[in-house]
């Protein structure tokens, strides 16, 4: 408790010197403002200055500029590119939008738009507002949610058929498989069919899906009734990421003279921080990445029991806006710090193909490492009251890679044997 106290107090002192300037929609003028310079600011900051990123410098802009500017950064928010407020200065967070919404169609992702880009934008947005409750049903069935309405209509005007459409899932939880759309070759003459980061499903609409699934069958898998093990890891996937939601949100709220806009901006630029870590976690074995998050938060210069607190934070942020690059970081950066029970969203990200690519043999040693340590005093964060829920754990991961047989192969408990000899009469 006396750790707690200390860790909500560090991040408490560093968000409320965060509150000198007003947010904007540029994450740049926020970095000059003050507004990043609490609890995350300081991960943001340090990293910013170790690989010395490139900032966009905010152009002087007449005032219809900045009306039709205005007008992108609202279309960019309705469709969750976040640009923060629209202002109407196209600054670095604008172009990092920007950069997204041009991924998410197969375009450079130059941070620039082009004529077409930006009607395109604004037209969909338009037609969006216009569809009310039919848009939100819309975005709702397709797999990209918001976004994916985006590339619907792009190819709609374009007379492009999806080369494989969307499937309805046979089984409960099983991971849905991203629309591919077929897009305009990008200006550099490289063909792109699946590498736009945007064609990744929604894991706020796959836990939907879940969740309708779940109730429809009765309930959670179980040891007993388990027959398909992605579809069980599925469901903790959903399961753990409530959780973290939950205690993410009761820490910020206990954090004063902040607003829940604020601490999201912040918690926006954690994925950029760990872009390089992000990617190892899809290519390398957990102890490698491990090492490599170590020395990350070493590097910020911060308190590990700081950053744990800003971490859980910003893992229920990243959930909650479903912006996974977020959340993947803010687990990494808490099974740096030793908190193993975070291991288990890694295997799940890795498993299911949420803010990784989908490795299930580099999944299995992150669940391992949740496993090793489930059975210290505190260790469980997720559904504390279900200890039968990491056996369920552990028989789905070993199912999923192949060695069901080695599931049942118990650990020998960490325990000194105790005998009763009875003494010699002599």
Request: charged share 15%; with cysteine; net charge negative.
């Amino acid at each position: 408790m006396k750790t707690n106290r200390i860790a909500t107090s560090c991040m408490a002192a560093a968000l409320i010197a965060a509150q000198g300037a007003p947010a904007r929609a540029d994450f740049g003028d926020a970095l000059v403002g003050g507004v990043v310079g609490g609890v995350v600011g300081g991960v943001i900051v340090n990293e910013a200055n170790k690989k010395k990123q490139r900032t966009y410098a905010a152009p002087q802009v007449s005032s219809a500029q900045r009306t039709a500017n205005a007008e992108v950064q609202t279309a960019l928010n309705y469709f969750g590119y976040p640009a923060g407020t629209p202002d109407g200065v196209l600054g670095s967070r604008s172009r990092s939008a920007i950069a997204d919404y041009q991924m998410t169609l197969g375009y450079p992702p130059t941070g620039q738009l082009t004529e077409y880009e930006r009607s395109h934008l604004i037209a969909s947005y338009h037609r969006a507002v216009a569809g009310g409750p039919a848009t939100m049903q819309a975005a709702a069935a397709n797999p990209m949610g918001m976004r994916g309405l985006l590339v619907t209509w792009r190819d709609e005007a374009m007379g492009i058929t999806p080369a494989v459409t969307q499937a309805a899932p046979a089984a409960p939880a099983a991971p849905a498989e991203p629309t591919i759309a077929a897009a305009p070759a990008p200006a550099t003459g490289l063909p792109t069919f699946l590498g736009a980061a945007g064609t990744q499903v929604s894991l706020a609409s796959f836990c939907n899906r879940v969740g309708l699934m779940t109730t429809t069958n009765g309930g959670y898998t179980t040891v007993a009734d388990m027959t398909n093990p992605m579809d069980a890891l599925g469901e903790q996937l959903c399961l753990t990421r409530s959780y973290a939601i939950a205690q993410g949100e009761e820490l910020a709220a206990r954090v004063p003279g902040t607003t829940p806009e604020q601490i999201a901006q912040q918690c926006a630029g954690f994925g950029p921080a760990m872009k390089g870590e992000l990617a190892d976690l899809s290519l390398s074995p957990a102890p490698a990445v491990l090492e490599k998050v170590r020395g990350f938060a070493v590097g910020t210069g911060m308190p590990p029991a700081q950053l744990s607190s800003t971490a859980k934070i910003c893992l229920s942020v990243g959930y909650r806006s479903d912006a996974m690059d977020v959340a993947t970081a803010s687990a990494l950066l808490l099974a740096g710090l030793g908190e193993t029970a975070y291991a288990e969203l890694l295997g799940h990200h890795l498993s299911q193909g949420f803010g990784a690519n989908q490795r299930t043999d580099l999944a299995f040693d992150w669940y391992g490492l949740a496993l090793e340590g489930a059975d210290r005093p505190g260790a469980a964060v997720f559904a504390p009251g279900q200890p039968e829920r990491m056996q369920l754990l552990r028989k789905a991961a070993y199912a999923m890679v192949g060695r069901e047989d080695d599931a049942m192969t118990e650990p020998v408990p960490a325990a000194l044997p105790s005998f009763q000899v009875p003494q010699s009469s002599n």
